[in-house]
């Protein structure tokens, strides 16, 4: 059960650009969501989370957007750096065990 | 702080043979959680270990066990390899505060090839 999508498998953006990345989900007893980033050869490394109670949290060049009417997140990064470039995983959790994860999302940032 | 640590990073079996797997936590840490990532798909949830014992599963047959050991590492067995097998393996480690569960953090992954 895919419980989180990411439907756009890849974003190209060019150096200093907004980058803007999706995900909607569909269990609404989700009560905090996450973004991981991950580089080739390494694990996914934490990037920024927003509890359900927020519509939206800011963390240097990163913002998480919820809008749970909709069931939708997104991450903005401004501007985006070549050190951006990387897989970007979206992924919530319920009951504070479980994390369920997009498919994610190849950011690819152009000089 | 030297983070979440696997061994081994590669591995190659055959079809119908065993294989153990290894997660050190970050310091401090004392929640290990075990998951699946196939190529192209996002990691998928195996089981969770605190307290040495295994505390949440996911949907994965019980050819998929586990261990915790009480300096909080632990070891994902997996019985009679299948081809589907083959993903990478991803150890995250998190500190438990009552029902709360920090952030977790992910190890470099084990790449297990089945042929």
């Known amino acids: 059960d895919q419980q989180v999508k990411q439907n756009s498998p890849s974003l190209s953006v060019q150096e200093g650009r907004i980058s803007i990345l999706n995900c909607d989900y569909t269990?609404?007893?989700?009560?905090?969501f996450l973004w991981y980033k991950k580089y080739p050869a390494e694990g996914p490394t934490f990037l920024i989370s927003?509890?359900?109670?927020?519509d939206k949290n800011e963390d240097g060049r990163f913002t998480v957007f919820l809008n749970k009417s909709a069931k939708h997140l997104s991450l903005h990064i401004v501007p985006s750096q070549p050190g951006d470039s990387a897989v970007y995983f979206c992924?919530?959790?319920?009951?504070?065990?479980?994390?369920?994860f997009g498919a994610g999302t190849t950011v690819t940032v152009r000089a | 702080d030297a983070g979440v640590t696997q061994s081994p990073t590669h591995l190659i079996k055959t079809r119908g043979q065993q294989v153990t797997l290894r997660c050190s936590p970050k310091s401090g840490h004392d929640t290990v959680s075990w998951y699946q990532q196939a190529l192209g798909q996002g990691p998928q949830f195996i089981f969770q270990y605190y307290e040495e014992e295994e505390r949440q599963r996911g949907n994965f047959p019980d050819r998929f066990s586990g261990h915790q050991f009480p300096n909080y590492s632990s070891e994902l067995n997996v019985n009679a390899l299948l081809l589907g097998d083959s993903a990478l393996y991803l150890c995250?480690?998190?500190?438990?505060?009552?029902?709360?569960?920090?952030?977790?953090?992910f190890g470099p992954g084990t790449r297990l090839t089945v042929l």
């Open positions: 927003i509890s359900s109670i927020k």
């Open positions: 995250a480690s998190s500190f438990r505060t009552g029902r709360t569960l920090d952030t977790q953090y």
């Open positions: 992924a919530a959790i319920v009951n504070d065990y479980k994390l369920s």
């Open positions: 269990n609404s007893m989700f009560d905090y």
